[in-house]
């Protein structure tokens, strides 16, 4: 079982900047397809970005282009995600996953995190 540590979540003003971290303690990201997925409140589970580990690139939804950024240490084992000029919208609970896939569909993903919260506020 690979377990998934997120981090950096928290509160926020509307035009505001968190960065998220994602590890997984014993094991290696490097060989994975690494997402961001979030869940606002009352929602289901929604697609906000992944990065390849094959080519590096970077797949973003729509909402968050522009504003989010998903970077990668392989070195430190850590997936990022930084956000910039927050939304209300954006508030939701963040989880980070990995898998075989770079998809869109949160069902291809093998292994989890507990999730972070991230609120912003108007």
């Known amino acids: 079982q690979v377990q998934l540590v997120e981090s950096g979540g928290g509160l926020v003003q509307a035009g505001g900047s968190l960065r998220l971290s994602c590890t997984a303690p014993g094991r290696t990201i490097s060989a994975w397809h690494m997402a961001w997925f979030r869940q606002p409140p009352g929602l289901e589970r929604e697609f906000v970005a992944v990065?390849?580990?094959?080519?590096?690139?970077?797949y973003y939804d729509d909402s968050v282009k522009g504003r989010f950024t998903v970077s990668r240490d392989n070195a430190k084992n850590t997936l990022y995600l930084q956000m910039n000029s927050l939304k209300p919208e954006d508030t939701a609970v963040y989880y980070c996953a990995a898998g075989d896939l770079a998809v869109i569909d949160a069902t291809e993903y093998h292994y989890w995190g507990q999730g972070t919260q991230v609120t912003v506020s108007s």
């Open positions: 990065n390849s580990w094959s080519n590096g690139n970077t």
